[in-house]
């Protein structure tokens, strides 16, 4: 079993939808959180950044962490054809030495 | 020009063959990443290094080996070259997590 899950998709929802995608993990030491959006034949880069528990929003992502259930969200509201890529999630434990542990990523596209 | 830098972008090679991945980062950033991408397993790590000549094994060392003698280069070498190791290459750096890894922009390498 992988550390980190997450479903491959592909999501398609129309422009101006919400975007829901998420990730299940395992080891309880994960205490930072990341969101990476990768475009096709591109690096990933990162979207947004959480400690611990508890949620963070900026601009229209919003990014959801529940520790005791081991459930990370990341919501995209309005959402663009310029959204469309590849969302990557990543989690390091405080004593892994910066290292990221990604999920397999979840392909989106919004449809205009 | 300030940024990561990865080259090749593409290369094919033989089955046996010695190769070597070049990755550039002018920040002069701690932490310098390897990971491969391959469809179904999302970015492993390969190897990973705090800081010039301090390096360590990530998820998928073997057959590979790395060397870090200046800050800002991070070459990855394949000693022998497997069917197995084609795949997308990206090198990352960075300082801190919160701060996010910049990725470069990979190297798609082939070996037939």
């Known amino acids: 079993q992988k550390e980190v899950e997450q479903d491959p998709g592909p999501l398609s929802v129309p422009e101006g939808a919400i975007v829901s995608l998420n990730c299940t993990y395992s080891?309880?030491?994960?205490?930072?959180f990341m969101w990476y959006r990768q475009y096709s034949r591109k690096g990933p880069e990162l979207l947004m950044y959480?400690?611990?528990?508890g949620n963070k929003e900026d601009g229209r992502f919003t990014a959801q962490v529940d520790k005791s259930s081991k459930y990370i969200s990341l919501f995209i509201r309005d959402s663009q054809p310029s959204d469309s890529a590849t969302y990557l999630c990543?989690?390091?434990?405080?004593?892994?030495?910066?290292?990221?542990?990604f999920g397999g990523g979840t392909r989106v596209l919004v449809k205009p | 020009d300030a940024g990561i830098t990865q080259s090749p972008r593409y290369k094919i090679t033989e089955t046996g063959r010695q190769v070597t991945l070049m990755c550039h980062q002018t920040?002069?950033?701690?932490?310098m990443f390897w990971y491969r991408q391959d469809l179904g397993h999302g970015l492993r790590l390969i190897y990973y290094?705090?800081?010039?000549?301090?390096?360590d094994k990530g998820e998928v060392p073997d057959g590979y080996v790395v060397s870090r003698s200046k800050t800002e280069n991070f070459p990855l070498t394949l000693e022998s070259a497997t069917r197995s190791q084609t795949s997308v290459y990206f090198c990352?750096?960075?300082?801190?997590?919160?701060?996010?890894?910049?990725f470069g922009s990979g190297t798609r390498l082939t070996v037939v």
């Open positions: 990352a750096s960075g300082d801190r997590e919160k701060d996010g890894y910049t």
């Open positions: 080891n309880s030491a994960f205490q930072y």
């Open positions: 959480t400690y611990s528990s």
């Open positions: 990543a989690m390091s434990a405080v004593a892994a030495g910066n290292k990221l542990t």
């Open positions: 920040w002069s950033h701690s932490y």
């Open positions: 290094s705090a800081a010039a000549d301090i390096t």
